[in-house]
Nanobody
Framework: QIRLVESGGGLVQFGGSLRLSCVLS????????MGWFRQAPGKEREGVAC??????TALAESVKGRFTISSAHAGAIALDMNSLKPEDTAVYYC????????????????????????WGQGTQVTVSS
């Protein structure tokens, strides 16, 4: 059974920092592309960051210069969030693409919801003003 487990959300003040972590287990094919998405109340889920096993990353324009995505090892990623703003408040979701499909993306690190196969349960991040 494929599982994604997130941790690290919470409440932080404007300008503060948080680190989210995510661990993927159960995909026998490995080589997963993994990413972070977020969904604020009343808004659609949006892509925040993506990382491939070869180190290629992609970040949404709204978080460039403030957020960093990294991978400690295959199946484990983190999102370091700095200079947090109230508009970063959302439920943050970790997601992964099946290892069977990784090659189809070539050099691209996708940030579209429909590209991802597996999802975590989400972790709340709240930034107070």
């Amino acid at each position: 059974q494929i599982r994604l487990v997130e941790s690290g959300g919470g409440l932080v003040q404007f300008g503060g920092s948080l680190r989210l972590s995510c661990v993927l287990s159960g995909d026998p094919f490995g080589d997963n592309i993994m990413g972070w998405f977020r969904q604020a109340p009343g808004k659609e889920r949006e892509g925040v960051a993506c990382i491939k096993q070869d180190g290629v990353t992609a970040l949404a324009e709204s978080v460039k210069g403030r957020f960093t995505i990294s991978s400690a090892h295959a199946g484990a990623i983190a999102l370091d969030m700095n200079s947090l703003k109230p508009e970063d408040t959302a439920v943050y979701y970790c997601a992964a693409i099946s290892g069977l499909r990784t090659a189809a993306f070539g050099a691209l690190c996708p940030t579209g919801m429909n590209d991802y196969d597996f999802w975590g349960q989400g972790t709340q991040v709240t930034v107070s003003s």
